[in-house]
């Protein structure tokens, strides 16, 4: 499993970073599921689709999702149940809407099953129920799964059954069921959609929309007050998906502690700037080496010329031929050739 499953699943399995999350998309904000209400369910979802028959293995289906949790809400004197997937996204899938609608499909059958086998040991079925398995008290639970799009690329195919499709014509289209999922995707959120989640989950989805730009995300670690305080595994959730490298992974053997945090403002802004500051002094060491070697070059540079204009001068050489000659032996033009000459004391 990859840190951004690892990561994805100690965040979410928090039932206050759940709730809020389904809160903050269905529900603008508004605490309609409480964590209290939220009970675990087992991410593996097997459906047998044969009997064994002949010696044959029946066939298997296995399907396993992020996270799957049921919410129980009080209904007259009894309870209704919600099931609510969540799944985790970080890279393109253009079939992500079928990989949900199998998740979700396998569910209900399993759920079926479930309710042919507790109506046949309660001795439910009379009539066509015997048949059926089923009676019209029967229901399902309803399941609502959650995307969460940390690519940004779910837009169009891969959002719904129809967007894998290849109709003839539009007539066809409306023949068709859709099936269509939903998305949440915080490359692609305002301000005020972040808004309406807890602090914690703002700050990811907040980091999440600057991961691709470092300047940017730098800014928005200065700039906001959220970053100073941030759940752990939400911070490494963003050191993952911004890939800052923070290391914050040497203590993920250690067992979680909800009141853990870490200041990001100090963890990433505070190494940038001494990375700064640091680059800015070996830069000018360097430059100042650079220097002083260039110099001592130029100097005994200058000098070999000038030794040789005063051996020039002794032989009664002319000017011009003085000239040429350092032209030739240091690569000068002819303006650069004079200037040297000049620059020599009087040898008249």
């Not at 459906?47 to 049921?70: H, N, S």
């Not at 399941?143 to 799009?149: A, E, G, K, P």
């Not at 169009?156 to 003839?168: E, I, R, V």
């Not at 203590?251 to 200041?263: C, I, K, L, M, T």
Request: charged share 30%; glycine share 8%.
């Amino acid at each position: 499993m990859g840190r951004f499953d690892v990561c994805l699943k100690r965040v979410f399995s928090k039932t206050r970073f759940f709730a809020d999350v389904f809160n903050g998309f269905y529900h603008e904000g508004r605490q309609v599921i409480n964590p209290g209400q939220l009970t675990d369910q087992p991410v593996q979802e097997a459906y047998f689709t044969t009997r064994q028959e002949k010696g044959k293995e029946r066939k298997v289906f296995l399907k396993e999702r992020d996270i799957l949790k049921v919410a129980a809400f009080k209904k007259g004197m009894g309870e209704s149940f919600q099931l609510l997937a969540f799944e985790g996204q970080s890279f393109v899938d253009h079939f992500m809407g079928l990989r949900v609608m199998a998740y979700d499909l396998f569910n209900y059958l399993y759920q079926w099953d479930e309710i042919k086998d507790r109506n046949k040991r309660l001795g439910r079925l009379k009539g066509d129920a015997f048949l059926s398995g089923t009676t019209s008290e029967d229901r399902l639970r309803p399941i609502s799964t959650l995307v969460l799009d940390f690519s940004g690329t779910l837009d169009g195919m891969g959002t719904s059954l129809h967007s894998l499709m290849d109709f003839p014509s539009e007539d066809f289209r409306k023949m068709t069921p859709d099936y269509r999922i939903n998305i949440l995707s915080p490359v692609k959120m305002s301000d005020e959609q972040i808004g309406c989640y807890s602090p914690d989950v703002q700050a990811l989805f907040l980091a999440a929309r600057s991961a691709s730009d470092r300047a940017k995300l730098k800014e928005v670690f200065k700039s906001n007050s959220l970053f100073a305080k941030v759940d752990y595994s939400i911070a490494c959730m963003i050191d993952v998906i911004a890939q800052i490298n923070l290391d914050l992974f040497r203590d993920e053997e250690q067992p979680e502690d909800n009141q853990r945090s870490v200041n990001m403002q100090l963890e990433y802004l505070t190494p940038l700037e001494i990375g700064k500051r640091e680059g800015e002094e070996i830069g000018f060491r360097k430059g100042e080496e650079l220097g002083l070697r260039k110099g001592e070059e130029l100097g005994l540079r200058k000098g070999e010329m000038r030794g040789m204009i005063l051996a020039m001068h002794a032989q009664k050489a002319s000017r011009e031929a003085t000239g040429k000659l350092l032209m030739k032996l240091y690569h000068l033009t002819l303006e650069e050739a004079n200037q040297m000459i000049d620059s020599m004391p009087n040898l008249g």
